[in-house]
Nanobody
Framework: QVQLVESGGGLVQAGGSLRLSCAAS?????????VGWYRQAPGRQRDLVAV???????NYADSVKGRFTVSRDNAKNAVHLQMNSLKSEDTAVYYC?????????WGQGTQVTVSS
């Protein structure tokens, strides 16, 4: 059974930085076509933040372009999200995501709270 476990969330002041990490059981990230991060704020749907393909192509939400960077370490079965210049509107639960052979996998989520 594939498990994704996030870490690195917390409380930070506006303008600060956080680095989220996601560790996967097994070797899912070595073969996953796409991995990355989604987020869900209270009362809103879950939205894409940033994803990266096996080939290294990335896709970012417009709201985080230039501030967030997604990366993957296939050898360590990990994906990271470096978040800089955080804003209050970045406050949400952040979910790790992986797509492997057409199946989607999700982590349990980690809370990121940005105080203004």
């Amino acid at each position: 059974q594939v498990q994704l476990v996030e870490s690195g969330g917390g409380l930070v002041q506006a303008g600060g930085s956080l680095r989220l990490s996601c560790a996967a059981s097994g070797t899912i990230f070595s073969f996953a076509a796409m991995v990355g991060w989604y987020r869900q704020a209270p009362g809103r749907q879950r939205d894409l933040v940033a994803v990266i393909t096996l080939g290294g192509s990335t896709n970012y939400a417009d709201s985080v372009k230039g501030r967030f960077t997604v990366s993957r370490d296939n050898a360590k079965n990990a994906v990271h999200l470096q978040m800089n210049s955080l804003k209050s509107e970045d406050t949400a639960v952040y979910y790790c995501y992986g797509c492997l052979f057409g199946l989607e996998y999700w982590g349990q989520g980690t809370q990121v709270t940005v105080s203004s």
